[in-house]
């Protein structure tokens, strides 16, 4: 069975006077492995146990392939969950774990045994069948309750944060499972998590949620080069934000009269740069380059980071390679192509809010 | 220290099970005095638990014992052979008061399940009041109450009947049942639930294939509370049963009345040891250890 496309149109959800989630609308493509992104409280564990169907949308609709879903109870809707926590219950050992859901469709026995044991054997437990569920380990609770959900061969399969109390050997060893299970199986996979370099590492598509609303939705590389928003970048790990503003298609950053030309309409917007997109140079007066001085450098294991104070009072950081010799203090320029940069409308965020 | 005594000895396990001699640190030579006091105290809670039965039995056993003889001029089986007399009423007696002992038992966790889910489960408004209104049959004497709704189970032809006296037991057992699980409720986590209604499991089939089972221990010691309760229920069963309804506390009140202290005492100790046995057993299958541990062994 294939997986499920699944659109949430103009979904609303309070908690008493709270909101969690804001008009929310969102295709989620069939097949897709799509990432809900967005730190904790953002909605983005409200949004999953709607589609779920455990809790129910204030106003709005939830469609499965254009069916809606919202008279559709949690036990009949086709789609598989998975939370933070293992879950697994107790009274039961690791094969009649992932059985429940087939008990609870009145499968037969042989037909049961047959595919909870071919499920085992995928995610590795055929061992562990009989074991008490209490003898796991947390990587293979997290594998039964994975395998208890994908065994129903759900239309879409819903995690919630599933590793995040795992060691991060395991979570890598687990998000490759899930990833390879989805290849396998092309069901359409929501994964729910507050980190965004799971997120870009695991998820074909990536839905950024902040404060109850969408933020943005695309591929990975899209946060990276074309981030939607200041939040969006500010979320996606920008630290050089160059304010200015923009008038008749030209952006002027304030302080360092750097020029930008750009679509936005005119006022007050932000130049946004990633510190691995700009490099390290010496002065030399060409156009490209910001000259100042480097200010501190930190070893952050993959890379350096340079922070420069460049002429004109502003600070910027620079990723440069660990091999690169620093000298505090001395006059250097920063190599900043066109290319680099992404000129955002100010405070986005706040204005669509 | 190498020749100490096994049972004194700290035992450790190994994953494999195999058992390792306790290192012997600066407390080990606390370890035996501590133990032999533990021992002890258990010992005398048990002797006091105990003893209250020893005169029962005696007395049970007594055909003719008159002051101030210490022990019976006479010994004669006349109490225990009224307790397996088939003519007598105690072996019916002891089958009613196990039968509505056991039906109370069984309504009061139906009811108390739900109840006791909302309160232990819910924050709503009034969940105070609820929770009081629970409490209130234990609070406010029984008999006040039975003597004022006592009218409504004779209207309703229920005055004199054994389901009359179940229903009626109901009051003070239901409380306990909803209070001993509003509790177990309030310690769960109630994504079990979300989790096995995503799994497939209709509103009803999560309560009964995950809940229950999740809350079996709370449940079990709610039915062994209300049994007991029930078991040893004595003016409500008299008002509403009206004296047809004849379980053991009414035969044994009677035995007492009469001044037939042998036929008293071998009532007594039928109305004493079958609960004590459920107790004993009970705790036993609650923990998969021995009575005796469960009890005393953690002072």
């Given at each position: 069975m294939t997986g499920a496309a699944i659109t949430l149109a103009g979904v609303r959800k309070s908690f008493g006077d709270t909101p969690a989630v804001r008009d929310l609308t969102t295709d989620i493509p069939a097949g897709s492995f799509t990432a809900l992104l967005g730190p904790s409280g953002c909605g983005k564990s409200t949004t999953l146990a709607m589609i779920a169907g455990l809790l129910h949308p204030d106003t709005g609709d939830i469609r499965f392939d254009g069916r809606s879903q919202l008279g559709v109870p949690a036990e009949h809707r086709p789609a598989g969950l998975v939370f933070q926590k293992p879950l697994l219950f107790p009274h039961l050992n690791v094969e009649q774990n992932v059985a429940f859901g087939l008990r609870m469709r009145r499968l037969d026995r042989s037909q049961t045994r047959e595919r909870v044991a071919a499920i085992l054997d995928r995610v590795q437990l055929t061992a562990l069948a009989r074991r008490r569920v209490g003898e796991l380990s947390g990587g293979q609770e997290q594998r039964v309750a994975l395998a208890r959900a994908l065994v129903l061969e759900p239309r879409a399969l819903l995690l919630d944060e599933p590793f995040s109390q795992l060691d991060a050997t395991l979570r890598a060893e687990m998000r490759r499972l899930v990833k390879d299970l989805h290849t396998e199986s092309g069901v359409t996979t929501v994964f729910v998590t507050h980190d965004q370099t799971e997120a870009v590492e695991v998820a074909d598509t990536i839905a950024l949620l902040l404060d109850g609303h969408l933020a943005g939705q695309g591929d990975p590389e899209m946060f990276y080069a074309a981030p939607p928003s200041l939040a969006a970048a500010r979320f996606f790990g920008v630290t050089n934000e160059l304010p200015g503003t923009v008038r008749d298609g030209q952006f002027t950053a304030a302080a360092t009269g750097l020029r930008r030309p750009t679509t936005l309409p005119d006022g007050p917007a932000v130049l946004v740069i990633r510190p691995e997109t700009i490099s390290l140079t010496s002065p030399s007066g060409d156009d490209d380059t910001m000259v100042g001085v480097a200010v501190a450098a930190r070893f952050a294991g993959t890379h350096l980071a340079v922070d420069v104070q460049l002429t004109g009072g502003f600070l910027v950081t620079v990723y440069t390679p660990v091999t690169t010799s620093v000298r505090l203090g001395a006059p250097l320029a920063i190599d900043l192509p066109q290319a680099a940069g992404v000129v955002l409308a100010a405070d986005r965020s706040l204005v669509s809010g | 220290m190498t020749a100490k005594p096994p049972t004194t000895t700290t035992r450790r396990v190994t994953a494999q099970g195999a058992p390792i001699e306790a290192t012997t640190g600066p407390?080990?030579?606390?370890v035996l005095p501590v133990r032999m006091g533990r021992r002890l105290l258990v010992g005398l809670l048990l002797v006091a638990a105990l003893l209250p039965l020893v005169p029962l039995l005696v007395w049970s056993l007594a055909g003719q014992w008159r002051y101030?003889?210490?022990?019976?001029?006479q010994l004669s089986l006349r109490g225990m052979q009224l307790l397996v007399d088939p003519r007598s009423d105690t072996l019916r007696g002891l089958g009613t008061s196990a039968g509505i002992a056991a039906a109370v038992a069984v309504l009061a966790c139906l009811i108390g399940f739900p109840a006791g889910r909302a309160i232990g489960l819910y924050r709503f408004r009034g969940r105070r009041v609820v929770q009081f209104l629970l409490l209130a049959p234990v609070i406010v004497p029984g008999l006040a109450v039975t003597l004022g709704i006592q009218v409504f189970f004779v209207r309703y032809h229920l005055s004199d009947t054994v389901v009359g006296v179940i229903l009626v037991q109901l009051m003070p057992t239901v409380p306990y049942a909803a209070v001993i699980l509003g509790a177990a409720f309030a310690n769960l986590d109630i994504d079990y639930e979300r989790q096995a209604r995503s799994l497939g499991a209709g509103p009803l089939r999560v309560q009964l294939f995950v809940t229950v089972p999740l809350l079996r221990q709370a449940i079990a010691v709610a039915a062994l509370m209300t049994f007991l309760i029930s078991w040893s229920e004595y003016v409500l069963t008299l008002l509403v049963g009206g004296g047809q309804v004849k379980t053991l506390p009414l035969l044994l009140f009677a035995a007492i009345g009469s001044s037939d202290t042998t036929a008293a005492a071998a009532l007594a100790m039928l109305v004493i040891v079958p609960p004590l046995l459920l107790v004993l057993a009970a705790a036993r299958l609650l923990s998969g250890r021995s009575a005796g541990a469960v009890g005393f062994g953690r002072l």
């Open positions: - | 407390g080990a030579r606390w101030p003889a210490l022990l019976p001029q």
